[in-house]
């Protein structure tokens, strides 16, 4: 018999804003404006049980004691571009927030420096010029380019360490780098990983077909950037954030997702550059993993039982899946056995606006495995970064 029909759910009518607290326990309202160009958003609760030690004169127990619940929400955001204008106004770059959360910092280098000379020039360091200041590790993180070697972005070198005496040492090796030429430090927004514990919670709202729900003092429970090289059978190739966090479901209300703009290409990771401990080598992947973790500190005084999260730990590893090359090239044992510490960049986008550059500092490569039974050997490993304040760094240059 015909009955009353209820439309299921559209699972593409979604939407997902994001803005960080300034005070733990104190939401912020989610509007249009905080939406991401997220995609495979999901939630799910965390029920929090007990089991009830009740006798009840029979073998059969009483169900569980229900105390309460946790909220998950899990996201992925492919990395694009800002965009060819202007480095934007403090946390308008709205996946930024994302990265804050994570513990990184917000620079918008606004003035860039102008084409001028370079001293001192070596594969690997170079001697910066007047305009630049002789403050300890200003520019480190941010990208520099050097014309002698080619118009941006094929000049394009990270800053992996800067001193006061002006002193930039690159996260590349430049061969046949003139000992004096001319470089330009362009505008840029970078985000780089900080000493400074990460901002307060995040509130976050989904929309789910016509479902809002509102969660707030979101923590991240676990933090990646993944780098994936474009292959060619077109299957997730391409980089991206991947975030999950945990926090409190404070309200939900009927109203629809709202629209979501995109405007920005998602660039390929291709023609560009992957410099691996002064190495230009080839491969599928890099996983940089934040390794964050959250603690709730017990307290009846609030409605679940506890405390707003709080970020109590970060480990961080990177894992490389590459090509196997020949011991002459780069001797990856032999990385591992001198413990020495590293730098890692890669570069890639398609046009200014919509360009990117990644770097990994002060990390320690482990013994590698190897795979074979397919068209080329590949090898397996990870390193631990030890460096903190700068280690890691994101930044996107812009009017180049």
């Not at 209820?6 to 300034?22: L, V």
């Not at 029979?58 to 492919?78: K, M, N, Y």
């Not at 690159?170 to 000992?179: D, I, K, Q, V, W």
Request: net charge negative; proline share 5%.
């Amino acid at each position: 018999m015909a009955g009353p029909v209820n439309a299921p759910s559209i699972s593409r009518k979604k939407a997902m804003g994001f803005a960080n607290q300034s005070t733990p326990g104190t939401p912020v309202t989610i509007t249009s404006a905080d939406c991401i160009d997220v995609s495979s958003v999901s939630y799910s609760p965390n029920a929090i049980t007990s089991t009830d030690p009740r006798y009840t004169g029979s073998i059969h127990r009483p169900g569980e004691i229900l105390i309460g619940a946790t909220w998950s929400v899990d996201f992925e955001w492919l990395i694009h571009g800002i965009g060819n204008n202007a480095v934007p106004a403090a946390n308008a770059f709205l996946p930024g927030r994302i990265l804050q959360q994570w513990g990184f910092t917000e620079n918008r280098f606004t003035t860039g420096i102008a084409s001028e000379a370079y001293s001192a020039g070596t594969t690997t360091a170079a001697t910066l010029g007047a305009t630049a200041a002789g403050t300890l590790q200003l520019y480190k993180g941010l990208v520099v380019n050097f014309a002698s070697v080619a118009a941006a972005p094929g000049g394009f070198a990270m800053i992996r360490d800067y001193q006061a005496s002006k002193v930039a040492t690159l996260a590349r090796l430049h061969t046949g780098f003139s000992a004096t030429g001319n470089y330009t430090i362009p505008q840029q927004l970078a985000y780089t990983s900080s000493i400074v514990d990460p901002v307060a919670g995040a509130s976050i709202t989904v929309w789910e077909d016509g479902h809002r729900l509102n969660f707030a003092d979101m923590r991240p429970t676990a933090a990646t950037i993944q780098l994936v090289t474009a292959g060619r059978d077109g299957s997730d190739s391409y980089c991206k954030l991947t975030g999950s966090f945990s926090g409190t479901l404070v309200s939900e209300a009927n109203e629809a997702a709202p629209a979501v703009t995109i405007s920005t290409a998602i660039p390929p990771m291709r023609n560009g550059r992957q410099d691996i401990a002064h190495v230009q080598i080839g491969g599928s992947s890099v996983t940089i993993d934040l390794g964050l973790r959250s603690g709730y500190p017990s307290n009846p005084n609030q409605t679940e039982g506890y405390d707003a999260g709080v970020v109590v730990e970060s480990k961080r590893a990177a894992s490389y899946e590459l090509y196997k090359v020949a011991r002459t090239v780069v001797d990856f044992n032999a990385l591992a056995l001198a413990q020495s510490q590293w730098a890692s960049q890669f570069f890639w986008g398609l046009a200014a606006g919509n360009y990117m550059g990644v770097m990994i500092d002060q990390q320690r490569f482990n013994y590698r495995s190897t795979q074979e039974g397919q068209d080329f050997i590949t090898t397996q490993g990870d390193s631990w970064i030890d460096g903190m304040d700068k280690a890691l760094s994101i930044t996107f240059p812009v009017l180049y």
